[in-house]
């Protein structure tokens, strides 16, 4: 059934992973559920064990949605406070 195997091929994202370490495990875990759908050709009969592993799907990916826009989010932070600290930065001679 696709939705077991999308759901197996869709971990949590990990816990306190780096941005580099979430983006890898990211892209490794779409390339795995792309592979699956790319030959899937059978239609899905809805039934209530089709509607558990979506709404499991479902979680999962809001899971991902949200770890990734965290480091979205850390990576502006970042991105802002190494603008802040360039202000600081001494003048060299030549550069007024």
Not at 54 to 71: F, N, S, V
Request: charged share 25%; no cysteine; proline share 5%.
């Amino acid at each position: 059934m696709i939705l077991r195997a999308l759901l197996d091929a869709t971990p949590a994202p990990p816990e306190g992973a780096d941005v580099d370490a979430l983006l890898h495990a990211f892209d490794l875990m779409r390339a795995a559920r792309q592979e699956i759908l790319d030959r899937w050709i059978e239609p899905i009969v809805v039934t209530v064990e089709v509607r558990a592993l979506a709404e499991q799907l479902t979680e999962r990916d809001a899971a991902w949605h949200d770890a990734l826009a965290a480091a979205q989010a850390a990576v502006s932070q970042h991105r802002l406070n190494a603008g802040k600290l360039r202000g600081y930065a001494p003048v060299q001679a030549g550069e007024l």
